[in-house]
């Protein structure tokens, strides 16, 4: 019983975050500077209602409109950076070209304002299950440079977050912290890690199961603004063995999660054969949970099988 959530639900979500100004210079720290604490969350200016965050003239019905993930003006020892965050759950193989047309836009329309022109940076907050595996700059998109016009040809990049992947270690924040972290969990299917005699605000989990499509609803969870953990967690599992469903079967890994233990194991083994992915796909949770833990010890489908049998 997966619910997958629709993906203006995510972004939404990643939009909420970032408009606490901890998360989204924690996250803008994370991306330009691995973690060194260069903009601070006292110096930004959000920009998300101004008219230099749509893409185009917006007195002009005939222009195409478009806006801005999140844009914020930051300050950085005295100068400023206009800095735009695009969301994605999903794979867009033509998004340097977007990121390309709103940056040359945000300079345009900063132009025609008449007033001074900031420089801008982006980058891609990408919250999908599979690992991202598209061009990062223009110039590898580009069917081909002639070599004596290499040097000519300007590059545009495009830095990608991925939120499977982040080290959390470089992260200040709390708040974004316990999301990236739990987001993670989530991903792995390691529930029972999430265990931890700790507090964290309930919205906070809330986004981290909105961001991984786990179908854990705000009336499964303790009442209150925060949370403990284990608490949560033993609450969250009671109740739905009190309703007669196993807890792989209500929360654990969704396709694409399961999708990617069989990659794994694929790697590991080449191939798998079908009796055992179709054994795969009705193991419980906690057994998928040990399989992954144990991944690197797996060496042939027998392994694989003394784990969820």
């Known amino acids: 019983m997966m619910c997958i959530k629709e993906r203006n639900t995510s972004d939404s979500t990643c939009k909420k975050l970032l408009r606490d100004e901890g998360c989204f210079a924690d996250l803008c720290n994370y991306a330009f500077f691995q973690g060194r604490q260069v903009i601070k969350p006292e110096e930004l200016v959000s920009r998300e209602n101004d008219l230099s965050t749509l893409i185009g003239n ?3 019905p005939t222009e195409i409109k478009r ?3 999140v844009v914020r003006k930051a300050g950085i020892h005295g100068d400023y950076v206009i800095i735009g965050v695009e969301h994605q759950s999903t794979f867009d193989k033509n998004m340097i070209f977007r990121i390309l047309n709103y940056d040359a836009m945000t300079y345009i329309n900063q132009v025609e304002s008449k007033k001074e022109v900031y420089p801008v940076g982006s980058f891609v907050f990408y919250t999908g299950d599979e690992e991202w595996k598209l061009p990062e700059t223009l110039k590898e998109i580009l069917k081909s440079i002639p070599s004596e016009m290499e040097s000519y040809i300007n590059d545009w990049r495009l830095p ?5 992947t982040m080290d959390a270690r470089k992260l200040t924040n709390r708040r974004l912290k316990d999301v990236v972290e739990i987001s ?6 390691s529930y029972e890690g999430l265990r931890e005699n700790r507090k964290i605000e309930t919205e906070s989990f809330m986004m981290a199961a909105t961001f991984t499509r786990t179908n854990i609803r705000r009336e499964d969870l303790p009442e209150g603004d925060e949370i403990n953990m284990c608490k949560a967690m033993d609450q969250l ?3 739905f063995e009190n309703q007669g469903m196993e807890k792989g079967e209500t929360i654990g890994f969704e396709k694409g999660k399961l999708n990617t233990l069989k990659e794994q194991l694929k790697v590991k083994l080449g191939t798998l054969s079908s009796p055992l992915e179709k054994q795969l796909t009705n193991t419980s949770l906690e057994k998928l949970n040990v399989l992954t833990l144990n991944i690197f010890n797996i060496n042939s489908e027998e392994d694989v099988l003394k784990i969820i049998n």
């Open 58 to 60: 917006v007195d002009d």
């Open 184 to 189: 993670q969990s989530m991903f792995a299917g």
């Open 237 to 239: 599992f009671q109740r």
């Open 67 to 69: 806006y801005r993930d």
């Open 160 to 164: 990608v977050i991925n939120l499977k």
